[in-house]
C-alpha cells in the first residue's frame, strides 16, 4: 500500500471497543477511517482516546464528520449557532437561506473565525474541512468552498467526488474534471497536507444527490481518480461513503490504496 494515500470507510466498523474497530480496519487492509458523528456524538473520551492512539500506532488517518446540524453561516445568531459550534470537524457549509451567496460565504468566514478564536484559547485547534455539497442550490460547489479555504488558512476542502458528479449531471466520466477540482484545491492547501476526498458511487436527479450506491450501479467510476491523484505530488486520504464493504474494498483495489 502506498504511504502517499489512505483509504478507507466513513464509518468505525466496530463501536464495542476500539480494538475491534481497529482490528476491523487492519484486516481489510485499511489505512483511514472517518468518524462518524453525522447522526449523535456516539463515541466517549475513553473510546476517543484509545482509538486515537491505536490508529496513530497503526498509520490509519482519522477524520470527524460533524452532525449534520453543525454547519456555519447561519442566518442569525443565537441557539443554532451556539449548537453547531461544538460540532465541526468535516463539516457542510450550510445554506443561501435567503441571502446571495456572497454574503452567505461571508457570514461562513465570520462565524468560523470566531470559532477559530474560542477554540485556540482551549488548545483545541486542529484543520477543519468543508465539504462540497450535492444539491445545486445549496452553498457548497468546489469554487465555494475553495472560496472559504482560500481566505482561512486552516480550512481545507474536501473534495466530494459524488457530489460533483451528481450536481454536473454525471460530467465526471474521464480524468480530466477530476484533474480540474483537485488542482482547484490544490491551490488552497497548505503544502504537505492531503487531499481529503470523498468518494463512492451516486444516484441523482435534476443535478442533486438521491443517494450513494454500490459501486457499479451508477455512473461514478474510480479510475479517473487513481489516474487524477497520479499527477499531483500531495498526499491524499479517500473515504469510502460507498453504502456496503464490499463497494469500499472493490474501490480500494482500484486506487491500489
Same mark, same amino acid.
Given at each position: 500500500?502506498?504511504?502517499?494515500?489512505?483509504?478507507?470507510?466513513?464509518?468505525?466498523?466496530?463501536?464495542? &471497543?476500539?480494538?475491534?474497530?481497529?482490528?476491523?480496519?487492519?484486516?481489510?487492509?485499511?489505512?483511514?477511517?472517518?468518524?462518524?458523528?453525522?447522526?449523535?456524538?456516539?463515541?466517549?473520551?475513553?473510546?476517543?482516546?484509545?482509538?486515537?492512539?491505536?490508529?496513530? !500506532?497503526?498509520?490509519?488517518?482519522?477524520?470527524?464528520? =460533524?452532525?449534520?446540524?453543525?454547519?456555519? +453561516?447561519?442566518?442569525?445568531?443565537?441557539?443554532?449557532?451556539?449548537?453547531?459550534?461544538?460540532?465541526?470537524?468535516?463539516?457542510?457549509? +450550510?445554506?443561501?437561506?435567503?441571502?446571495?451567496?456572497?454574503?452567505?460565504?461571508?457570514?461562513?468566514?465570520?462565524?468560523?473565525?470566531?470559532?477559530?478564536?474560542?477554540? !485556540?484559547?482551549?488548545?483545541?485547534?486542529?484543520?477543519?474541512?468543508? #465539504?462540497?455539497?450535492?444539491?445545486?442550490?445549496?452553498?457548497?460547489?468546489?469554487?465555494?468552498?475553495?472560496?472559504?479555504?482560500?481566505?482561512?488558512?486552516?480550512?481545507?476542502?474536501?473534495?466530494?467526488?459524488?457530489?460533483?458528479?451528481?450536481? &454536473?449531471?454525471?460530467?465526471?466520466?474521464?480524468?480530466?474534471?477530476?484533474?480540474?477540482?483537485?488542482?482547484?484545491?490544490?491551490?488552497?492547501? !497548505?503544502?504537505?497536507?492531503?487531499?481529503?476526498?470523498?468518494?463512492?458511487?451516486?444516484?441523482?436527479?435534476?443535478?442533486?444527490?438521491?443517494?450513494?450506491?454500490?459501486?457499479?450501479?451508477?455512473?461514478?467510476? =474510480?479510475?479517473?481518480?487513481?489516474?487524477?491523484?497520479?499527477?499531483?505530488?500531495?498526499?491524499?486520504?479517500?473515504?469510502?461513503?460507498?453504502?456496503?464493504?464490499?463497494?469500499?474494498?472493490?474501490?480500494? #483495489?482500484?486506487?491500489?490504496?
Amino acid at each position: 500500500m502506498s504511504r502517499n494515500l489512505h483509504y478507507g470507510p466513513a464509518r468505525v466498523p466496530s463501536r464495542d &471497543s476500539p480494538r475491534a474497530a481497529i482490528d476491523a480496519l487492519l484486516a481489510r487492509g485499511l489505512s483511514a477511517c472517518e468518524i462518524d458523528f453525522e447522526g449523535r456524538f456516539w463515541m466517549d473520551y475513553e473510546f476517543a482516546g484509545e482509538f486515537g492512539q491505536l490508529a496513530a !500506532e497503526h498509520d490509519i488517518a482519522l477524520s470527524v464528520h =460533524a452532525p449534520i446540524a453543525g454547519f456555519m +453561516g447561519h442566518a442569525e445568531r443565537g441557539k443554532k449557532l451556539n449548537m453547531a459550534v461544538g460540532m465541526l470537524v468535516v463539516f457542510h457549509p +450550510g445554506f443561501l437561506l435567503g441571502r446571495t451567496r456572497e454574503d452567505a460565504i461571508d457570514s461562513i468566514v465570520e462565524q468560523l473565525g470566531e470559532l477559530r478564536e474560542r477554540l !485556540e484559547g482551549k488548545d483545541r485547534a486542529v484543520p477543519f474541512g468543508i #465539504e462540497v455539497m450535492g444539491r445545486v442550490r445549496e452553498i457548497g460547489s468546489i469554487d465555494d468552498v475553495c472560496d472559504i479555504a482560500s481566505r482561512l488558512d486552516w480550512v481545507r476542502p474536501v473534495i466530494d467526488f459524488a457530489h460533483m458528479h451528481a450536481t &454536473s449531471d454525471g460530467a465526471f466520466l474521464g480524468v480530466e474534471p477530476f484533474v480540474e477540482a483537485l488542482h482547484k484545491a490544490d491551490a488552497v492547501i !497548505e503544502p504537505g497536507a492531503p487531499f481529503h476526498i470523498h468518494f463512492s458511487d451516486i444516484q441523482f436527479a435534476n443535478r442533486n444527490e438521491t443517494k450513494h450506491l454500490p459501486y457499479g450501479e451508477g455512473t461514478l467510476r =474510480a479510475e479517473p481518480l487513481r489516474d487524477a491523484l497520479a499527477q499531483f505530488k500531495r498526499p491524499a486520504t479517500v473515504i469510502s461513503e460507498s453504502p456496503n464493504a464490499e463497494s469500499t474494498d472493490e474501490i480500494k #483495489e482500484i486506487l491500489g490504496a
